[in-house]
């Protein structure tokens, strides 16, 4: 029975979200404290709430559960119902939160099913349906992740058809206003935007009659209109699979615009201006390993002062892995930083049951988040984008087969905050305003990937697995505690489940998916 137990508790790490790691030999202890964790009857921390389920992999269609707030004295309040049919309740994406902090972004469904749809919270209250054909490569995997205006006036996602891995990821742009959610533009088969400061930079493929990508349009929306700046025509026996657009430092649009010809994909890396709409072709690549449509093998990130972009190219090994690469812009050399298995975000959640590599919300730290080829070790490497060519610090992930199941960064943006470990693990918090980037174990436990950080940076709320002793029948099942990242203190909200005549039973679960303001 222990055996089932542990295969149960690997396969909810897995599914889990979070990132990052570290080496117990250089991890130093939090001290301990008798305090109590903060959390009082004031906070509300949204949960994903239901009963007769040990944890939201047991969910069936007829009983998905709720959305409820819990309080600091763990009174549920439900405030709707969680879709029929949905596995996932979760953020939609790293963008999930618009700027003002009023609006909050909440996917529930499954994976290309037809329950599958996008809910926004509006100042706290029961989320609002916004769009019922919504799948969750808009939150992440795809090249048009959900984001707002910097404004908060309106938001910008791809209404992906459910089947997205036939010959490129496309779907319906729409931009909505977040006063009353009305449709304020929309365009079809797009394959990726980018939302600037003043509009939405956004490529569209055109499909020749065999449904191929043989044209693309690069193409601004102001806030009123919408104009070309470019246009590509693949060559004859070629075709376009995957495109990327960013805004560089300096305004211009960096474009990453992938073709397949005889056998190779080739990535083709542009910069536009958008008021002259001049083109240039900055460098080529070719790479071996394909560019799948799940995943956002296709990234782009620059350095504080805009002369290094840093790109990734597939590695071939899996869905989810990829090159870590630099280009100096002003030279026009390029290098291999890491030459594969760099964990990326994927719809289905990462190949290797990391979390992916993410930027820090002021843009200075790229974590690189890195497995061995066997998948024996994971590390962190952070990339310092205020001195681009410096050595990357590297933090180990911990001893072998450990993995980094949770990562997220503080509200404040001063700390990453990250679980890794295997069956028994640990939190660990990195100061990342430190002149030196130390591993810091706040707790040991049998943590989840399903957490929430406060608003004023200071606890955690997470799912810990209560792991059931050897002769105990059915789950292990999840409490969510409260953690105070400084003093270690640890604060029970919620239980999960009962043990009566060895057997594990009343089983239910509230796993966090944000901790309101």
């Not at 008798?34 to 047991?58: E, F, G, M």
């Not at 939150?139 to 404004?151: H, K, R, Y």
């Not at 791809?158 to 009353?180: C, H, K, P, Q």
């Not at 690189?368 to 024996?376: C, F, K, W």
């Amino acid at each position: 029975m222990k055996s089932i137990l542990k295969i149960a508790l690997t396969i909810s790490l897995v599914m889990a979200i979070g990132m990052a790691v570290v080496p117990y030999s250089h991890a130093h202890n939090a001290p301990l404290s008798k305090n109590t964790v903060r959390v009082d009857d004031n906070s509300r921390i949204l949960v994903w709430n239901a009963n007769n389920a040990a944890t939201p992999a047991q969910v069936t269609r007829d009983n998905p559960g709720q959305l409820a707030f819990i309080n600091g004295s763990g009174t549920l309040t439900p405030i709707s119902d969680v879709l029929a049919g949905s596995s996932r309740v979760e953020l939609c994406g790293p963008n999930a939160v618009s700027p003002n902090g009023r609006f909050v972004a909440i996917y529930e469904g499954i994976v290309g099913g037809v329950s599958s749809s996008l809910y926004v919270m509006v100042d706290g209250e029961a989320p609002v349906l916004v769009n019922d054909q919504f799948q969750p490569i808009g939150c992440v995997g795809g090249n048009g992740i959900l984001d707002f205006a910097p404004d908060s006036s309106y938001m910008t996602f791809i209404e992906y058809e459910r089947d997205f891995n036939v010959g490129f990821a496309d779907g319906m742009l729409r931009i909505v206003s977040t006063e009353d959610f009305s449709e304020l533009f929309s365009e079809r088969l797009v394959v990726a935007f980018e939302q600037a400061a003043d509009g939405v930079a956004f490529v569209r493929f055109f499909q020749d009659d065999r449904s191929e990508a043989d044209e693309v349009a690069i193409l601004f929306w102001d806030g009123n209109t919408d104009r070309e700046l470019t246009s590509f025509f693949a060559e004859e026996g070629c075709r376009y699979l995957n495109a990327n657009i960013k805004t560089a430092p300096d305004g211009q649009l960096w474009l990453g615009l992938v073709s397949r010809c005889t056998g190779n994909s080739t990535q083709n890396v542009y910069r536009i201006n958008p008021q002259t709409r001049s083109v240039e072709l900055i460098f080529s690549v070719k790479s071996g390993g394909a560019f799948p449509q799940s995943s956002e093998a296709n990234r782009f990130w620059f350095s504080a002062d805009g002369n290094t972009l840093f790109y990734t190219i597939p590695d071939g090994f899996t869905l989810e892995t990829v090159s870590l690469n630099a280009y100096d812009i002003t030279t026009g050399e390029s290098r291999t930083l890491i030459e594969r298995q760099v964990v990326i975000p994927g719809v289905n959640g990462s190949d290797t049951g990391n979390q992916p590599t993410r930027i820090s919300p002021d843009g200075r730290w790229l974590i690189a988040v890195v497995t061995d080829p066997d998948g024996s070790q994971t590390r962190m490497n952070f990339y310092d984008l205020q001195n681009p060519t410096a050595e990357p610090v590297v933090i180990a992930a911990g001893g072998r087969d450990d993995i980094i199941t949770y990562m997220d960064f503080t509200p404040d943006g001063n700390k990453l905050v990250y679980v890794s470990g295997g069956l028994d693990n640990s939190l660990y918090t990195i100061d990342l305003t430190a002149d030196t980037l130390n591993p810091l174990r706040v707790r040991r436990g049998n943590f989840s990937g399903f957490a929430a950080i406060s608003p004023d940076s200071k606890e955690i709320a997470i799912a810990e697995f209560q792991i059931l002793e050897d002769g105990v029948r059915g789950p292990d099942y999840l409490n969510l505690v409260v953690i105070d990242l400084e003093t270690s203190a640890e604060t029970n909200l919620f239980t999960g489940g009962e043990v009566i005549d060895d057997q594990a039973q009343n089983l239910k679960f509230a796993v966090p998916v944000y901790w309101l303001q």
